[in-house]
């Protein structure tokens, strides 16, 4: 565990991510690549769906990330509130606009794949509804952060909203659990094979969702190597004016 905590110092985390961050961004790039291709081209239209089920290869990768993003940013608030590390509180900031995207994708491409399959773009669905609610609290967590001046303070305040938030990620994950009735299917990816896909649409589809992860990595270790640079910036641009 000590081991573990030398890397919240922001030197040894800029070190340890230089070095690590060229190789998640090429695997990243390799996975995204074969996934997509083998998703799209390479997989037959589906009996009932027809060529809309491709969407799975960004729709299902999106979704999860969206809702991960958010839950290690919770982790690294509550490392900020206990611990008082910097570098896991700017971490959570950098992850913050990405998982927004993720979002956003996850929204648009169920927009997409719900128009031919269900006749609408959209529905009050359990899972759609707390899903852009979600979103809701990404942009309000990001805006907090703009709108506080004093660094620590913004940490603190967003790092409650993370906590507030978390609450719709977990429905986003498990609302069709928890209501029986909507139209937003169940998991895609399960233990039960009735209830998982067939093997053709599985495994292009775990590699782009090991593209999607990689690439959450690598711009949320970038992201933050840019935010202490930022912090260190300022830190000099204010000690210059005192002196």
Known sequence: MSSMWEY??????????????PWVSGLAALCLIVGLYWGFFLTPDDFRQGSTVKIIYLHVPSALMAINAWIMMLVTSLVWLI??????????????????????????????????????????????TSFLILFLFY??????????????TAADLTSVLCLVGSVFALMSRYAV???????????????DKEENISDVFYFPLLVSIAGFVLLFVALVLL????????????????????A
């Open 8 to 21: 919240a110092n922001p030197k040894r985390f800029m070190q340890l991510s230089g070095t690590v961050l």
């Open 83 to 128: 611990r008082r590390h910097h570098v896991s509180a700017l971490a959570a900031r950098a992850a913050a606009p990405v998982g927004a995207t993720f979002t956003v994708i996850a929204l648009a491409t169920g927009a997409i794949w719900g128009q031919p399959m269900w006749g609408t773009w959209w529905v009050w669905d359990p899972r759609l």
């Open 139 to 152: 942009l309000g967590y990001i805006a907090l952060w703009e709108a506080v001046e004093d660094p620590d």
């Open 177 to 191: 659990l928890f209501w029986n009735q909507g139209l937003h299917q169940g998991a895609t990816l399960s233990l």
């Open 223 to 242: 992201r933050t190597r840019t935010e202490i640079r930022a912090r260190r910036l300022r830190a000099l641009i204010a000690r210059e004016r005192m």
